[in-house]
């Protein structure tokens, strides 16, 4: 999972952005008014689904459903790891009093290179209009195919709903050297209209290849809040990903849903060839199930076994996944009946389309 690391430290450096050196082109106001930038901007998911602290396997060694559901815990870790960051940069802009239009000239605090800061009211994004609009600017390489553009954030203020676009090469060259094309964007909304409280959609596009077994490319997921339980469904490609055979790129397709006061979460996962291209929820968790294709590859990879030298194989493949506070349990039955409401709720839920993942790319707004 080396390459899966490298990514979290790439969230963490981008924790620590924050606006340096300020230039404002204008007067500072005499009265300061209250901040238009949100407040909020994701969804908080449990940790019973979510962390990058992976629980020890009890298998021996042998490849099983724990390890699937056990990183399946890291990677929407990692998508809510992005949330995080764009989270965390409307703190860090929201210090700065913008209350109206505006512009910025700050120096990078990690790369030392000039950012020009521009935010413009009414701003037309996707067929929706904005009440207002922020872009950051690595000034050096305005010229560049990307225009040097670092963050965009599109954003109306009651109720919250906007979108932000995040490019860390261009936030910091310094530290993101490695990563010059990776791009993220996060959706985030509290006007009710899928039904949820607050809900977002993460995507993350153009991470490096790496010859980790496991490393992932891109990642699509959602994430609802209702009341106290959270909704999470979604996608991450995984190009190198193998199993039995020689077959490789799947999809981690999984519907989950957690209940934040028990940290308790259920997850059910599909392990789609990465090009498969299907909107349907039973091809890509049924016939695409874990413990279906784990069957399907040993048979091909061990013709002949026995069923007792198959089992081993198959541990905890069997839907859903359980897991509590300490991460998976077990997979096929319920630990309890606390978990009943959240079986209820996957059923609802569908991952996105594999191949349109596992080819996803994002853009910032010309």
Not at 186 to 205: K, P, R, T
Not at 270 to 276: A, E, T
């Amino acid at each position: 999972m080396k390459s899966n690391r490298i990514i979290l430290g790439i969230f963490i450096l981008l924790i620590g952005f924050v606006f340096t050196q300020c230039k404002k082109d204008e007067p500072e106001p005499v009265v300061v008014e209250k901040s238009i930038v949100p407040s909020r901007f994701k969804v908080d998911i449990p940790e019973s689904i979510s962390s990058n602290v992976q629980t020890k396997s009890t298998n021996n060694g042998t490849m099983s459903g724990n390890e699937i559901y056990q990183h399946l815990r890291t990677f929407i870790f990692i998508g809510e790891s992005a949330a995080d960051i764009v989270h965390n940069l409307m703190v860090a802009i929201a210090v700065y009093d913008i209350n109206k239009p505006m512009n910025l000239t700050f120096m990078g605090d990690k790369d030392g290179r000039p950012k020009n800061l521009v935010v413009i009211e009414n701003s037309d994004y996707e067929n929706t209009t904005y009440e207002f609009q922020l872009t950051v600017i690595d000034a050096n390489s305005s010229t560049e195919a990307d225009g040097g553009k670092a963050i965009q954030v599109f954003w109306n203020t009651s109720p919250i709903k906007g979108i932000a676009i995040l490019k860390p090469y261009n936030i910091d060259r310094t530290s993101n050297q490695s990563v010059p094309d990776v791009i993220y964007r996060i959706d985030y909304n509290e006007d009710g209209s899928l039904g949820y409280d607050a809900h977002m959609f993460v995507s993350i596009a153009g991470l490096p290849q790496d010859t980790n077994r496991f490393a992932l490319n891109t990642l699509k997921m959602f994430a609802g809040k209702k009341g106290g339980v959270v909704d999470v469904y979604g996608n991450s490609n995984h190009p190198n990903a193998q199993f039995f055979t020689t077959e490789t790129g799947f999809n981690w397709a999984f519907v989950a849903s957690a209940n934040q006061s028990e940290n308790i979460g259920i997850a059910e996962v599909g392990l789609p060839p990465s090009d498969l291209n299907s909107t349907s929820r039973t091809e890509i968790l049924d016939t695409y199930s874990l413990y279906q294709v784990f069957m399907n590859q040993i048979q091909i990879a061990y013709p002949g076994a026995s069923q007792s030298e198959i089992d081993p194989y198959l541990v905890n493949t069997q839907a859903s996944g359980y897991f509590n506070n300490l991460g998976f349990i077990q997979g096929g039955t319920a630990p309890s009946s606390n978990y009943s409401t959240l079986e209820s709720r996957i059923e609802l839920l569908k991952p996105f389309n594999p191949s349109d993942v596992s080819n996803l790319t994002l853009s910032f707004k010309n």
